[in-house]
């Protein structure tokens, strides 16, 4: 069994270990939280048996191999830093730095302590990417990766009220295309690898941050257009565009649904069975590289997340998005 400690207490730590209890040889021993009590309530709930209100005492506790972090994204690289020089595991939240010069240092670590850094982007670990990445040859030459991602976000509800949440609060390193704008990103960077160029535009917020955003990025003999937004809604599809063919994507940060339609008329659906709750691949892959000993995985490697993050700097650097975190580059 890898034994985890959780860092973050919110929603997406709950779904998490939704997912969790699918995988096999996941057990949770530890919680950390900034208040004993909101620790203490947790793990109560979810079974865990320790508590702190320190990451390095969790880290130096022995009673953790490896831990989940999805506290707020400012904090990730601290946080990360300080579990592997203790010699843990590390499954971060994305985005999983501020910027690209923090995710180099947390490589750094990973690699001088000998630990996994894995960047929990769950969409690149579904059935229904492998599928994508399987049948992308049928198309043809591709010329065309569209992706959208715009969904309204309940916390701009409060935004426009008078109350700024860290979901729209730049001192933790957030915005719309940091939470939603990398999913598009992450699978192009994956199948395509890094873009020669990184052209951004963005609607921006009285409070610093990006409320909604496009990207065109260029490669030999195609391009990429992303579109991403946390302030309007959008149902179109992804797509991957080639000279014999289209690949259509459902929801890109579920991938529900993966067809092909060819240029000659034909439909072909490559759809995959997925687990309800998709969380659950990133987990099952990130034990498997602990048991393996194996310190990153091939797909959601260092060099794809570094990849990501360097295109999300390029554009914050055009749109003027500027974060706390970011005076700290070296």
Known sequence: MTRFGIIGTNWITKLFLQAAKEADGFELTAVYSRTEEKAK????????????????????????????????????????IACMKSGIHVLCEK????????????????????VVLMEAMKSTLQPNFFAIRDHLHHIGPVRRYFSSY?????????????????????????????????YCIYPLVVLFGKPDRVQANAVMLESGVDGE??????????EAVIQYSKIANSSLPSEIQGEDGLISIAKISQMESVDIRFRDG?????????????????????????????LESEVNSHRHSLWTMEIMDEARRQIGLVYPADAART
């Open 150 to 182: 715009c969904q309204y976000s309940s916390r701009y509800d409060a935004y426009k009220q008078g109350t700024v949440l860290n979901a729209f609060n730049p001192i933790y390193s957030n915005g719309s295309l940091v939470d939603l704008g990398i």
């Open 213 to 222: 955003g496009s990207l065109l990025l260029s490669y030999p003999g195609m």
């Open 95 to 114: 985005p999983v730095a501020s910027n690209a010069a923090e995710f180099r240092q947390m490589a750094d670590a990973a690699r001088e302590h000998g």
């Open 266 to 294: 034909r439909e072909q659906s490559v759809t995959r069975e997925q687990a309800a709750n998709t969380m659950v691949y990133e987990v099952d892959e990130f034990i498997r590289l602990i048991r393996e000993g194996r």
């Open 41 to 80: 309530e947790f793990a109560d709930k979810h079974g865990a048996a320790h508590i702190f209100t320190s990451i390095e005492e969790m880290a130096g506790s022995g009673h953790i191999d490896a831990v989940y972090i999805a506290s707020p994204n400012s904090f990730h690289a601290a946080q990360a």
